[in-house]
């Protein structure tokens, strides 16, 4: 879904979100509240400077409005990857990024991260999924990595991968295995605006990510693990 058409769907009372080559920021408004709205479009890598002013809204955020719900619009194809930015610390931009996200979030701010096109690797980690929740639109692509790539990196042939695919999630491209492993809350289609409505009266603050996807069979062990952890502490 084009961003302009998304934002008209999600605030139909009306918004400022405005786009700066492939960075999205402004405020969009429902039932008379403000809401942050901050993210990316067109695929975007995302680099020094992109992870650096998505970051510097939800600061400004936190500093001048405080309590105002954050929407992170995802669409990128992950960690921008060129010499410069690696140079420049393309790492430390991206970690500020999720540790901005992170103090709005114990700030008392509700972040909810929306995939509305493509989602991966550093790009997507970084934002949507360190948000209270991660929501996705249907028709959205959500993936590490393609089978293709996944085989030369873990050395298992394409044929081995795409069947291990079909019974594990964490193997899977797609939208609807992230769901069943948690790391998308749930899809939103029809209404938008009625679905953010709900998420920002549902969304925990807690993470609930790991029960959530030993409750759909898509992560059977990640929940036992972490509560393992917590009660040896």
């Known amino acids: 879904m084009d961003w302009s058409e998304l934002a008209d769907g999600l605030f139909p009372e009306g918004h400022t979100i405005i786009r700066d080559g492939d960075f999205l920021s402004g405020v969009g408004t429902l039932d008379g509240q403000a809401v942050t709205v901050v993210g990316s479009t067109a695929h975007a890598p995302v680099g020094v400077a992109l992870a650096l002013a998505q970051a510097r809204v939800v600061l400004d955020t936190i500093a001048q409005h405080p309590g105002r719900p954050i929407l992170l619009l995802v669409d990128t194809q992950g960690q921008q990857l060129r010499r410069r930015d690696e140079l420049l610390g393309i790492n430390r931009a991206m970690a500020h990024l999720g540790a901005a996200v992170d103090l709005a979030r114990r700030s008392g701010h509700r972040v909810i991260g929306l995939v509305y ?113 917590l009660d040896a502490a």
């Open 117 to 229: 096109d493509q989602a991966l690797s550093g790009g997507f980690i970084t934002s949507g999924l360190i948000a209270d929740a991660c929501y996705a639109l249907p028709e959205a692509e959500i993936r590490v990595m393609r089978i293709p790539a996944m085989a030369r990196v873990t050395k298992l042939s394409e044929e081995r991968l795409t069947a291990l695919s079909h019974d594990n999630p964490v193997f899977a491209p797609g939208v609807q295995n992230y769901v069943a492993m948690g790391g998308v809350r749930a899809l939103w289609s029809g209404d938008l605006a009625a679905a953010l409505r709900q998420a920002l009266i549902d969304t925990p603050r807690d993470d609930e990510r790991a029960a959530d996807g030993a409750a759909r069979g898509g992560r059977r062990l990640a929940a036992r693990v972490v509560q393992r952890v």
